[in-house]
């Protein structure tokens, strides 16, 4: 069973477009995460969330905007993507303050 | 200075030898540290925390020097398998502060 599932795998999109990436983690954690790692194989943390609650929101567009409808389930949607929103987007979870453990990426690909 | 800075090799290893990295960091209140490994187009992977007095898994040591505000990894009788990039994690200095923070990785090639 996957501990910490993403979807989808792939995502190819055209400017302008909206889209969601989903994440959902089995492992009973409590904290989720977003992070980013883009060409340069740069890993940036964007959110995070804690029961919930947003406890970690780095300087991302508001064009970024994470959901979290339980402490299992942890969504990114993107409003009017930008040629450089592509990346690989990561999800994770821990147990507060252990260390993340990652799904296996989005890569998107905005053209 | 960066946050966390690693130099990102390559580093050529012939099958067998031993590799060390170093990890600085830039907050001397930072609490916990940990290495990650990520293989190409994978996601990264916990490799092993970092602890105070040092810890060791099987080829696998770790160490960290607060009064120089860096740690290493050391990997002995290296396998091809070791072949991924290293990346070195601090996590803020508070409960409150979750944010973990990754260096740029090292990239670690062993040759056969």
């Known amino acids: 069973d996957t501990a910490v599932s993403q979807t989808p795998k792939y995502l190819v999109t055209q400017m302008g477009n909206d889209k969601s990436i989903k994440c959902e ?4 954690h409590d904290t989720m995460y977003w992070y980013k790692q883009d060409s340069k194989k740069f890993l940036k943390i964007m959110f ?3 029961n919930k609650e947003l406890i970690i929101n780095e300087t991302v567009p508001n064009r970024f905007s994470p959901k979290s409808p339980d402490k299992a389930h942890l969504n990114l949607h993107i409003n009017s993507l930008e040629l450089g929103d592509s990346a690989v987007y990561f999800c994770a979870s821990s147990q507060r303050p252990g260390s993340p453990f990652f799904g296996q990426g989005t890569r998107l690909t905005v053209v | 200075r960066k946050e966390v800075e690693q130099d990102p090799g390559p580093f050529n290893v012939p099958e067998g030898a031993t590799v060390a990295f170093n990890c600085t960091y830039s907050n001397s209140a930072s609490q916990s540290f940990f290495w990650y490994r990520q293989d190409c187009r994978k996601e990264p992977k916990l490799l092993m925390s970092v602890y105070s007095s040092g810890n060791e898994d099987g080829r696998f040591t770790a ?7 860096y740690i290493s990894l050391l990997i002995r009788d290296s396998k091809l398998s070791d072949s991924a990039t290293y990346l070195c994690v601090v996590k803020g200095a508070n409960f409150g502060n979750e944010k973990l923070t990754f260096g740029t990785g090292t990239r670690l090639t062993i040759i056969p």
């Open chain 1, 48 to 50: 995070s969330y804690n």
């Open chain 2, 63 to 69: 160490q960290l020097n607060r009064a120089s505000q």
């Open chain 1, 25 to 28: 983690q089995n492992l009973g």
